[in-house]
């Protein structure tokens, strides 16, 4: 168990800076076993060392490299359980000082072992009110709830990354000598075929595209390969730095087991409704949780259904599955053209309760969709992703950043992947939009080893990046964007945006203050009316066919910067 004291006196930043230290490791392994690969194994290929020897010499070369890979992706590994970590127990903290705070302005004590008690000296103000001791009871509640609900949360991140850890740690390798007679033990082992089949899951995707350039496609026929891809569907699926299109190939296999597991599962569930007794508590409440289990059931498979319905619509422009599972709230990736092939990527990172159901599906791909049709980005030589792979808050978690310190990592990975796997012979221009508290991702993306990676960022109805300025976000200032724009950072909110109720209070600044230092691009009014359930109207209608917004986003991703206009300049 996690004391008061210890979770008063951590310091989460410092699990930040060992996981940038091993994931420096990891990176440095893998540029060492490429080297390996390209270096000395390929001038074996092509030099005149034939025979026994010869084989012998590559088949050991071979064997080394899978354990640097290997090695590699535990260090990957190590560094996102620290980070993680340091999410999770920052979340933590925050929520004990935050009840430390409460405690101190309603005169309440509070021990080292996290009990709570009235200070009559400074509680006199309250107690001498009516309804003093009401409010201090209700406040020593609150306080009591707070410190103990920050202390289970922190010993069950500690406990998890424990585990994790453990489980990383290194095994001792057996004696390869043990056993055998030492006569033999001098003899030249059989040469063995390269292991195409140890997938590098957790491996930085400079690594993965080597694996797969090197390890798969070179040892396979076209049958193998269509084969293997089939058999590892959701492992290809969900690596990056395998290319866009096999990804999609991978998961459109995936797509199709999870539509038909889920079918079965929902008609499984539906055959054992509870009997309900409505004037029984207990009976309602078991039927509630049933009809909630079916509801959850039915909104996923809605969204696997939504999926299919996008890639098999005819015509242009196409859609590719870069992602997809039903884990926890479910999760897609869906790229509007092959962003491999692209000159203008733009990534685009949805906010709260976005989860795997037909209707974000269709909002966030027709929104993909609608930027690559509008000039001046219109073709295929733009690809937008709708990046809907993490698990997204709901209204009560959007104050809070965790969410998006947990994506944080998964995004900047993705993106590396975008790098590694594009065609070497286009340089692609890159951006990150961020929606609502898919900006506050983006922000947290910011903070992370090797950062960003993109030529723009744009930050859409924003609450707030979790940074304090443009400049915090570390995209590139050269070279610079024309008059009136200062660099390439990028924010917009329309005048009728609910969001504009929720900055500068928990996540930052607001992004299209003047002294946040972005570029505010004009947005329109939006449609609609305000509405205070966030849910619908203008803070979902940036991407609306022939829009002011829509159109300035288009020329952003395509890097027209001349044509965006400035907000309030008349269209």
């Known amino acids: 168990m996690v004391s008061l004291e210890q979770l008063l006196s951590l310091r989460p930043d410092s699990f930040g800076a060992a996981a940038s230290a091993w994931r420096g490791l990891a990176d440095s392994l893998a540029k060492h076993g490429t080297a390996l690969r390209t270096g000395i194994r390929e001038q074996l290929d092509h030099g005149s060392w034939a025979g026994h020897a010869g084989e012998s010499a590559r088949s050991h070369l071979d064997q080394l490299h899978a354990q640097y890979r290997r090695s590699e992706s535990r260090l990957a590994s190590i560094a996102g359980t620290l980070r993680s970590a340091g999410g999770g127990l920052t979340t933590a903290q925050s929520a004990l000082n935050q009840a430390l705070g409460i405690a101190r302005q309603a005169g309440l004590d509070v021990g080292r072992d996290g009990s709570v008690s009235w200070n009559l000296a400074r509680s006199v103000d309250l107690l001498t009110n009516p309804t003093g001791p009401a409010t201090i009871g209700r406040l020593a509640g609150q306080v009591s709830g707070l410190i103990s609900q920050s202390l289970e949360h922190a010993a069950m991140v500690d406990n998890q990354t424990a585990a994790a850890l453990g489980r990383l740690a290194p095994q001792a390798a057996p004696d390869p000598t ?40 070179k040892t396979m026929t076209p049958a193998q390969l269509d084969a293997y891809i089939k058999e590892h569907a959701a492992e290809i699926g969900a690596l990056d730095g395998v290319p866009c299109a096999v990804r999609d190939q991978a998961n459109r296999y995936v797509l199709a087991d999870l539509r038909a597991q889920s079918r079965a599962s929902l008609d499984e569930l539906k055959a054992q409704e509870p009997q309900v007794n409505w004037w029984d ?25 939504a999926l299919q319905a996008r890639l ?12 997809v599972d039903t884990e926890r709230q479910g999760h897609a990736i869906v790229a509007i053209n092959d962003p491999d092939k692209a000159k203008n990527v733009a990534t685009l990172v949805p906010g709260i309760k976005t989860h795997l159901n037909a209707g974000c599906v269709n909002d966030y791909a027709q929104a993909s969709e609608n930027m690559v049709n509008t000039e001046p980005a219109r073709g295929a030589n733009t690809a937008v992703i709708a990046w809907m792979d993490y698990d997204a808050p709901d209204e009560a978690g959007a104050p809070f950043s965790d969410s998006a310190q947990h994506a944080a990592p998964d995004l900047n990975q993705f993106t590396e992947g975008l790098h590694v796997t594009h065609d070497p012979a286009v340089k692609p221009h890159l951006t990150l939009i961020g929606h609502s508290y898919g900006s506050t991702v983006l922000g947290e993306a910011s903070k992370q080893y090797g950062g960003l990676g993109v030529d723009d960022v744009v930050a859409i109805g924003s609450p707030g990046m979790d940074v304090n300025s443009a400049a915090d976000l570390n995209v590139s200032q050269d070279p610079p964007t024309p008059p009136p724009w200062r660099g390439h950072v990028w924010a917009g909110r329309n005048t009728n945006d609910v969001i504009q109720w929720g900055t500068d209070t928990t996540h930052g600044p607001s992004t299209t203050d003047r002294s946040f230092g972005a570029n505010v691009f004009d947005t329109g009014w939006g449609s609609g009316n305000v509405s205070w359930d966030g849910e619908v109207g203008s803070h979902m ?24 206009t400035v907000e309030g300049r008349p269209d």
């Open 312 to 323: 098999d619509r005819p015509g242009d422009p196409p859609a590719l599955l870069l992602g």
């Open 178 to 217: 043990k056993d055998v007679p030492e006569r033999e033990r001098d003899r030249t082992p059989e040469p063995s075929a390269p292991d195409p089949w140890v997938i590098p899951k957790g491996s930085a995707p400079a690594a993965v595209k080597d694996w797969w350039d090197n390890e798969v496609v």
């Open 281 to 305: 508590w207990n009976s309602r409440a078991r039927h509630d949780q049933w009809q909630a289990e079916v509801d959850a059931l039915q909104a996923k498979l809605g969204g696997l259904d």
């Open 541 to 564: 209608s940036y991407w609306n066919q022939h829009s002011t917004s829509l159109r300035n986003l288009s020329a952003i991703i395509s890097g027209n910067y001349s044509d965006v």
